[in-house]
Nanobody, 113 residues
Framework: QVQPVESGGDLVEAGGSLRLSCAGP????????MAWYRQAPGKQRELVAG???????NYADSVKGRFTISRDNGKNTVYLQMNNLKPEDTARYYC???????WGQGTQVTVSS
C-alpha cells in the first residue's frame, strides 16, 4: 500500500459529529507531519488541520474549536474528530503526510441542513 486510506465519512445532520481515520502505508505515518485537507465542489482543496511528529496542531480558522486532529503512531493512523458539523463542512476529506505528493481516494462528508 502506497496511498493513505481515509475512512469514516458519512451523511450526517448539522450539529452532528464524525471521526475520520487515515491509515498510512508504513510506520513513517507515525513520525512525519500529517495533515487533513478537504475539497468541496467548485472550490480549491484546502488545509483543514495539521499535526507534527511531536503532537503540535494547527487548524483552519473555519474549523478551529470544532475539529481535533490526533494520531496513534503505533497504528500509523491519524484521526480527525469533527464536532458541530455545518453544511459548509460538506466536502471530500483527504489525509497525507504534508510533504507527500501521493493522494488517496478521500472520504466524503456530507452535512445536511
Amino acid at each position: 500500500q502506497v496511498q493513505p486510506v481515509e475512512s469514516g465519512g458519512d451523511l450526517v445532520e448539522a450539529g452532528g459529529s464524525l471521526r475520520l481515520s487515515c491509515a498510512g502505508p508504513d510506520l513513517t505515518y507515525g513520525i512525519v507531519p500529517m495533515a487533513w485537507y478537504r475539497q468541496a465542489p467548485g472550490k480549491q482543496r484546502e488545509l483543514v488541520a495539521g499535526i507534527s511528529s511531536g503532537g503540535n496542531t494547527n487548524y483552519a480558522d473555519s474549523v478551529k474549536g470544532r475539529f481535533t486532529i490526533s494520531r496513534d503512531n503505533g497504528k500509523n493512523t491519524v484521526y480527525l474528530q469533527m464536532n458541530n458539523l455545518k453544511p459548509e463542512d460538506t466536502a471530500r476529506y483527504y489525509c497525507k503526510p504534508v510533504t507527500s505528493p501521493i493522494w488517496g481516494q478521500g472520504t466524503q462528508v456530507t452535512v445536511s441542513s
